[in-house]
C-alpha cells in the first residue's frame, strides 16, 4: 500500500491551498482517511479525518477554515485549507487506515509528507 501526498508550499496568510492525497496498491478496503501535521518541536496531530460516509472531525484550531473530503472510488483524500494562518505551517501527513485482506485488522499506512509554510 502506498500513500502519497501532493500540493504543498509556501503561502501567505490569509491565502489557500489544496492538499491531495492518493492510497494505491493491493488492499481490501479503506476505513478513516485524515490529514496530520507536525511543526518543529511539536507532536503531531490530527488536523482532519473523514469516514466512508463522510462523516469528518477536525481539529479545534482549524474549524471552519479547513475542509476534508474524499472520493472512495478513487481512494483518494484532500485538504482544502483557507484563511491560512502562520501557525498552520507545518509538514502535513496524509493517513489512510487500510484492510489488507477481509480478514486482516486495520493498519495505518502514512504518506512521506509535504510542507505547508504560511508567511508573508
Known amino acids: 500500500v502506498q500513500v502519497v501526498e501532493s500540493g504543498g508550499g509556501l503561502v501567505q496568510p490569509g491565502g489557500s491551498l489544496r492538499l491531495s492525497c492518493a492510497a494505491s496498491?493491493?488492499?481490501?478496503?479503506?476505513?478513516?482517511m485524515g490529514w496530520y501535521r507536525q511543526a518543529p518541536g511539536k507532536q503531531r496531530e490530527l488536523v482532519a479525518e473523514?469516514?466512508?460516509?463522510?462523516?469528518?472531525n477536525y481539529a479545534d484550531s482549524v474549524k471552519g477554515r479547513f475542509t476534508i473530503s474524499r472520493d472512495n472510488a478513487r481512494n483518494t483524500v484532500s485538504l482544502q485549507m483557507n484563511s491560512l494562518k502562520p501557525s498552520d505551517t507545518a509538514v502535513y501527513y496524509c493517513?489512510?487506515?487500510?484492510?489488507?485482506?477481509?480478514?486482516?485488522?486495520?493498519?495505518?499506512?502514512w504518506g512521506q509528507g509535504t510542507q505547508v509554510t504560511v508567511s508573508s
Open positions: 473523514i469516514t466512508t460516509v463522510g462523516s469528518s
Open positions: 493517513n489512510a487506515n487500510v484492510k489488507v485482506t477481509m480478514f486482516r485488522n486495520l493498519t495505518p499506512y
Open positions: 496498491g493491493s488492499f481490501f478496503s479503506i476505513n478513516v
